[in-house]
DNA sequence: CTAATTAGTGTAAAAAGTACACTAGCCCTG
DNA sequence: CAGGGCTAGTGTACTTTTTACACTAATTAG
């Protein structure tokens, strides 16, 4: 080693985003720290990286200690660094991203968190550290996510209604899309099981209900194709159906 | 502060990709290390975050520390934390890309780097340390951004045909394009001026240059257009131009 | 002048994207 | 039990984009 080996005190942290969808609102899970710095405040759930341990591990670790949410898959989204971004010294922060249903977790605080909770995005405070600009980037990676991907699927309950899946599309790009052209495409992918069961206790006509099918996905996947959405190009109208904007788009686009 | 505060001896480093495509070839811009660990290992031009610097700054000054390339945008891809990845201890890395004309620089090795030198991405060694790993993800960003972005122009020369155009797509992509749809589609585009010269001294009928129009890129960002390579469906026939397969692709797609 | 070499060009058919409006089925109420 | 309220569900014609594909043009070298 030489002199200066450019060892100093510091630290890394993990920071996650977890996306949910519930209620018509993309929701993204929140602790409340019980620990200085920023007690009292709401902050992505996240922690310090420990010694000899890899990023990875780490944020799934740090994720079950503070919301009791495990195995799930996150995927590292940006790392942030900017100096004072902690108040105690050098920390910078991987941040990670994940998708899930709300329903199949229990949301649990403990460790530093004195409570943990879901918030929609659409209206949040601000949060502790840099964890607005964090999540605001994952966000946006959200954006692009779903647009080139099927991705929805990993919010939703596991029997849904197309107009669930359309409303949560249209959630988390927040446009309008519309309903024929959504549905012909989301069909067309042949990713969904049609469960041959409806909606119940519904006061309007009850909707067929669906399931992701898990192996298509993979076979998507695998075969390169991706699909995307567009937001319609025609001018505003005002009459009629023409709120309704939007497209679902799959292309074959191999790499 | 608690009493484990998670601070503890550990160091970041920045590593750099740098994508040039010269003689066909995309390449990537190496040094030679001088230094221990894996001193007289190609290595990704990268060294140690100060304490009082900002990941971007540190990766902007590193680069032209070791290689006396200044001015490039350099964006960040991933970070990587794996706890055995530097034999000195933990050091997480933040791997930063950018794409050059190498004929706008001069490569000039310093610091730690005993050489700096253009690599052919397609015929490299094992680098130093994760190197190899870290330049691969980057290649595999550069390939989603080139189907994506009109990304091309940044590693060419101001001047270029479009068959050269043709060629590093060829390459970033390692899949042949059609050459008339190929055309078509940047053409329509427009975002090269027609400079109404053409090659001299080949021995060949030479080519129209084209140079690429910088405001009607940013025009083209800020609508939020992007294009996408399409490689073709086709099965292989064997004769004629079928050899030369896929598409250039324009989609309007606001986001 | 001829051969060699790369530049440059258009079209027709297929696929995908887009706009758009009405009927169906359930519950609730009076 | 009829009618109103509500959301589900469906098809078509038009436009745009993608795709496949083969020959002529311009230059240099010999």
Known sequence: MTDFDGFFKSAFTVDNVIFGF???????????????????MWALPGYFVDPQEDLDSAAVRVLEQLTGIKDVFLEQVHTFGAVDRHPFGRVITVAYCSLIKISDYTVQASSIAQKAKWHSVSRLKKLAFDHSEILESCLNRLKRLVRTRPVGFELLPPKFTLTELQHLYEAILETPLDKRNFRKKILSMNLLIDLDETQEGVAHRPARLYEFDQSKYEEFLADGFSFELKESKRKEKGNGEALSKGQLVKNTDKL
């Open 22 to 40: 519930d209620e018509g609102d993309l929701k993204a899970l929140l602790i409340k720290r019980g620990e200085d710095p920023h007690q009292g």
